[in-house]
Structures are given as C-alpha cells and as structure tokens.
C-alpha cells in the first residue's frame, strides 16, 4: 500500500530519519547472546504513572508471561491521550505499557491481567498472544519518518530489560505486532525506523553495567499533518485500514468521518483515503 504524503511541512528532523530509515532491516534479527535474566542483579521496575483501562481481562490460567510485544500507536498523540483512549470501554484495545515521547512511562493494565493489544495473532505456534504476552505501545505516528526520540529509547530499554529479568523471558521472546499479526501482513507496527538492534544492544549494556542513559535534551518539535493519504488496496473496508494504520478497527468511524464522500458512496479499490493522525476525533486530547 503506498502511503502519499502531503500537507506535511517536512522538518529537518523528519529528513534525517528518512536518510536513514533505508539503512535499517525491516526483518527482526536477534542477537545470540543475550541471556534472559542478569547475572549481576534484577533490573528495577521503571517508574510509571498507573491508571486503570476497563479492556482487560483474566489471562487463562495456565497461562505462563513468555513474550514482550512492541507496537507505536499510529497516533501524534501523547502517552496521557492514548491512556485517556485505553480508558475508553467502546475502544476495546489497551497495553500493558504506553511509552510517551518523552520517555514517560503510562501502565494502563497491570502485568498479571491479559490487555488487549495483539489482536489475531499467532506467535512461535502459540495463537491468542495477548493471552501470554506483555504489550507495550510506543508513542510514534508510525509512518517510518518520525524519529523515536533518545529519551523514549532509553525507557523501552529499561521497560524491556525489567521485563526479561522479572519473567525470565528469552531473547527470542521479544516481538512486533508486525511480526504476530494474523493475517500476516496485516500489522505494520513497528514502523522500519525503529531500531530493535538499539533495544537489544541497550538492554545487553544495562546488565554488564556499561549503560548509559542520554543526556536529557529538550524535546525535538516536528510538524506532524492532521493526516496522511493512502491508497487503498482492492477488498479492504475502512476497519481493515483503521486496523493496519491506527492500530485498532473500532476507529474506523473516524476514517468516515473524514472521507464522507467515500463513506456515502463506499470504499473502492484505488480511492485516496485520508488517514487521520490524532485522537482528537474521539473528543480526547
Ligand atoms: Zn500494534
């Protein structure tokens, strides 16, 4: 699907990940070496802010944590906005962790309950992943060109290596929604400029003791457009689109809403559908 970017004021900062973004592998490798749990001491639980979202429910109870999931939220909106958006019951969807821009922690359902964040989905043979998986949402429009900030970098490692150590979780058991998503293909989360090399290395160096977190830098401003433009693909509704682009079918009313000539008239294949890049269609800012 071919994403048209327009009304989009690039800055400097856009164009440097784009630079970029072909250098990074879209496929998921792994490092071999790196162990499960520290050697040296457990990894401390990063501070988070708590708050509870209604879409959650019991894990079975067999069910052993085994996997970590990472997703971005598709949305320019900040980790309190999404949690305000996790809160909502006609959402339906949730994470266990928000990570905002910012590096600030949201935990919207406790690690011991089920959140819904992976959907259908199938991981090392196992289906139903949020049944035993951790899923944390990073804060990124997820169109590949935003940057993923020094400061947001630095709490998913942190985030990610508390989680290995507590559950004794395998290197292999770190995953994108990308990579679970049933159909496969159907998820794009996360985008291919976010760097799970930078997670694995970063986490390596927290447990040898040689990590260091960034220097605290004011953060960066960017432009982001109120929406992009994509092409749609033959056979797809506008909740097949709001499912790939914003993460969750149930948006799709706001894809109506800002294509009401295609919704009046229904979504053909070809049409340039406006995708929008904001909760604030939910009246939650
Ligand atoms: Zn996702």
Same mark, same amino acid.
């Given at each position: 699907m071919q994403i048209v970017r327009k009304f989009l004021p690039l800055s400097l900062a856009f164009m440097a990940a784009c630079s970029t973004q %072909?250098?990074?592998?879209p496929n998921l490798r792994r490092p071999n070496n790196l162990q499960a749990q520290s050697t040296q001491r457990a990894i401390p639980k990063p501070p988070t802010k708590i708050i509870v979202s209604p879409n959650q429910n019991d894990r079975p109870? !067999? &069910?052993?944590?085994s996997a970590i999931v990472l997703h971005h939220t &598709?949305? %320019?909106?900040t980790a309190d906005a999404v949690g305000r958006f996790f809160q909502n019951p006609k959402a339906k969807v949730s994470s266990h962790y928000i990570v905002d821009r910012t590096g600030y922690l949201i935990e919207p359902? %406790?690690?011991e309950a089920r959140s819904w964040h992976a959907g259908r989905s199938s991981f090392q043979g196992q289906g139903n992943v949020n049944d035993f998986s951790i899923g944390i949402e990073i804060c990124n429009v997820g169109d590949s060109l935003e940057p993923y900030p020094d400061a947001q970098y630095d709490s998913i490692i942190k985030l990610v290596a508390y989680l290995m150590d507590k559950y004794n979780i395998p290197v292999s058991g770190i995953t994108r929604h990308r990579d679970i998503g049933l159909p496969a293909g159907r998820k794009i989360d996360t985008s291919n400029n976010f760097s799970m090399e930078r997670v694995f290395e970063g986490v390596a160096a927290l447990r040898a003791g040689t990590y260091q977190s960034p220097p605290a830098k004011p953060p960066v401003s960017v432009n982001l457009p109120e929406f992009i433009e994509v092409t749609a693909p033959s056979g797809q509704s506008f909740e097949d689109l709001a499912d790939i682009y914003? !993460?969750?079918? &149930?948006?799709a009313e706001e894809l109506a809403a800002l294509n009401p000539t295609i919704a009046s008239r229904g979504l053909r294949a070809g049409d340039t559908v406006r995708i929008p890049l904001t909760y604030a269609y939910y009246g939650i800012k």
């Open positions: %072909s250098q990074l592998n109870a !067999d &069910a052993k944590i &598709a949305t %320019s909106g359902v %406790s690690e914003l !993460d969750v079918p &149930a948006r």
